[in-house]
């Protein structure tokens, strides 16, 4: 079975940074590329980032580019989403996800375990 587990939530103000943390249990962490997803109240889930599983690739959202940087540490089963610049409309639940297609990294679809999420809230 694969867990998911994300930490590094919280709350911050405007401009602030936060380090998102998603650690995974499972043999085959290092074949799946692995995505951050998030939804805010009244919202669909939406694709923030994105990276392949020798993390070469890397794939953002335009609402998050030059601001949020995916990163993986394969050894430690565990892949960091840094957020800078958070802005108010970055409040959300952020999940991690894993998927055997970073082609199609967008898609919630393509994702077969997701982490239970982490709340971010940024306060303006």
């Known amino acids: 079975q694969v867990q998911l587990v994300e930490s590094g939530g919280g709350l911050v103000q405007a401009g602030g940074s936060l380090r998102l943390s998603c650690a995974a249990s499972?043999?085959?962490?290092?074949?799946?590329?692995k995505g951050w997803f998030r939804q805010a109240p009244g919202k669909e889930r939406e694709p923030v980032a994105a990276?392949?599983?020798?993390?070469?690739?890397?794939y953002y959202a335009d609402a998050v580019k030059g601001r949020f940087t995916i990163s993986r540490d394969n050894a430690k089963n565990t892949v960091y989403l840094q957020m800078n610049s958070l802005k108010p409309e970055d409040t959300a639940v952020y999940y991690c996800?894993?998927?055997?297609?970073?082609?199609?990294?967008?898609?919630?679809?393509?994702?077969?375990?997701w982490g239970q999420g982490t709340q971010v809230t940024v306060s303006s």
């Open positions: 996800a894993r998927t055997p297609r970073s082609t199609v990294w967008y898609r919630a679809s393509s994702y077969d375990y």
């Open positions: 499972g043999r085959t962490f290092s074949r799946y590329a």
């Open positions: 990276i392949s599983w020798s993390g070469g690739s890397t």
